[in-house]
């Protein structure tokens, strides 16, 4: 495939970032399975939901990060390629894999131009990707042409219409890439469009709580500690706390218009 033309240095602040953000990821420190099982990753467990099982599936992570994801998979069956733009990323990812005694094939790869032939993989994974790329759509795009006819995409990304997130967004410049932007609701009708079934939900309404309680109350330094982590790894003191507030957020999601004020969007579509 041939890459889209975009401001090399664009590509280079996104790998920067990430590398930098890669050096600094301590393996021993990550809990796998808070991923995708604490009440806290309602995303996860949406997408796990309506995944089905994964064994013997060929899984391409793309964007994996520090490789929680393709460990995680790995662990229930599935064949992972941990992929990502930032080479020092791909390799916190197969030392994290390494360290829970699976083995992931690691890929530097750009999600815009994605280096495999069509219908190679059964799965597309991708969490907080999407708003790391200038045209989404070029990346959802890629991702129908390398799933097997049948095969599913998931996704989750930050929304961009909540102001109370926004306002976070702007104090936590330090830990987010410059250029990154929030999705659109309406990526979900291009998703539609593509795929022959979609099933999607929104996360994180009255939950934003938990947000205005680590800066207003905690005073936890938006720019030290990256909240969308420590709601992870703090999960257990979190869970009273959220499951009150969640029960709120199925409510609230029945009002018109509510849907699109979360803090992330998931989605699960198959080709």
Known sequence: MTEPQLPQDLLQREQDFHDQWASTIDVDGIRVLDYFEACTAPENRFILKHLGDVRGKYLLDLGCGAGENSVYFSKLGARCVASDYSPGMVEVALKLAEKNGVVVEGQVVNAMAIDYPDNTFDIVYAANLLHHIPDPSVTIREMHRVLKPGGKMCFWDPLRHNPVINVYRKMAMEVRTEDEMPLHINL????????????????????????????????????????????????????????????????????????????????????
Not at 200 to 214: N, R, S, V
Not at 257 to 263: D, K, P, Q
Request: hydrophobic fraction near 45%.
């Open 188 to 271: 979900v009708k291009e998703v539609q469009r593509q795929f022959s079934s979609t099933k999607f939900d929104t996360f994180w309404l009255a939950t934003l709580w938990i947000f205005l309680q680590f800066y207003l109350i905690e005073k936890v330094n938006p720019n030290k500690e990256r909240y969308w982590k420590k709601i992870i790894l703090e999960q257990d003191r979190l869970h009273p706390m959220y499951r009150r507030l969640e029960s709120i957020d199925r409510a609230l999601k029945h009002i018109p218009g509510m849907r699109r004020l979360a803090w992330n969007l998931a989605v699960v579509a198959t080709k």
